[in-house]
Nanobody
Framework: VQLQASGGGLVQPGGSLRLSCAASGSIFSINVMGWYRQAPGKQRELVAVITSGDSTNYADSVKGRFTISRDNAKNTVYLQMNSLKPEDTAVYYC???????????????WGQGTLVTVSS
């Protein structure tokens, strides 16, 4: 199983970016998918998560600016980021709690990270 994240880049303050993360491999089902970020010198923090039933939860710092969504048919999670601020600069990691085919326990997987830089 692999998680492949994409969509990061350099954007000016106030701009927008859309991150994508596709899970591939021998997947039976995916429970929660989410995005986390880690800024230089700081701990990794939760940005947003979404359940298989489309319930969502956001960090207070991104509420009203970021939107998480998922396409279950494509095993893909998205993060639409609007009104970006310099403090949003970080490496963004996708995460999925999933079950592999033929293996019942939930397992936690991480993508490789994609860098988002907000700067003028």
């Amino acid at each position: 199983v692999q998680l492949q994240a994409s969509g990061g880049g350099l954007v000016q303050p106030g701009g927008s970016l859309r991150l994508s993360c596709a899970a591939s491999g021998s997947i039976f089902s995916i429970n929660v998918m989410g995005w986390y970020r880690q800024a230089p010198g700081k701990q990794r923090e939760l940005v947003a998560v979404i359940t298989s039933g489309d319930s969502t939860n956001y960090a207070d710092s991104v509420k009203g600016r970021f939107t998480i969504s998922r396409d279950n048919a494509k095993n893909t999670v998205y993060l639409q980021m609007n009104s970006l601020k310099p403090e949003d600069t970080a490496v963004y990691y996708c995460n999925a709690d999933l079950r592999r085919r033929g293996f019942y326990p939930l397992e936690d997987y991480w993508g490789q990270g994609t860098l988002v830089t907000v700067s003028s």
